[in-house]
């Protein structure tokens, strides 16, 4: 059975920082990638930030470049996404999803940024 569980998430004041992790297992193909989504009340899910576990290589939203960071962890289906400077804006429910030949989705976790 795939799991795909996220924590982390919580109440920040603006220009805190909060760190999510994301563990997928059960997998009978290989991850391809990692990925972090939000979507916020009203707004479409969108992008944040992705990593191809084999090369590192990782990408980011234009919105979150500079503040966020997405790393791997020691197994393939393990990921961070490091948040800084956190904003108002950033509140969402942040959605880890592993890719493999399908897309398979965590619950979610929340994350607010309020003073």
């Known amino acids: 059975e795939v799991k795909v569980v996220e924590s982390g998430g919580g109440l920040v004041h603006p220009g805190g920082s909060l760190r999510l992790s994301c563990e997928a297992s059960?997998?009978?193909?290989?991850?391809?990638?990692m990925n972090w989504f939000r979507q916020a009340p009203g707004k479409e899910r969108e992008l944040v930030a992705g990593?191809?576990?084999?090369?590192?290589?990782?990408n980011y939203a234009d919105s979150v470049k500079g503040r966020f960071t997405i790393s791997r962890g020691n197994g393939r289906n393990t990921a961070y996404l490091e948040m800084n400077n956190l904003k108002p804006e950033d509140t969402a429910m942040y959605i880890c999803?592993?890719?493999?030949?399908?897309?398979?989705w965590g619950q979610g976790t929340q994350v607010t940024v309020s003073s």
């Open positions: 990593i191809f576990p084999v090369s590192g290589t990782t």
């Open positions: 059960g997998f009978s193909n290989s991850v391809l990638s």
């Open positions: 999803c592993a890719r493999t030949t399908n897309d398979y």
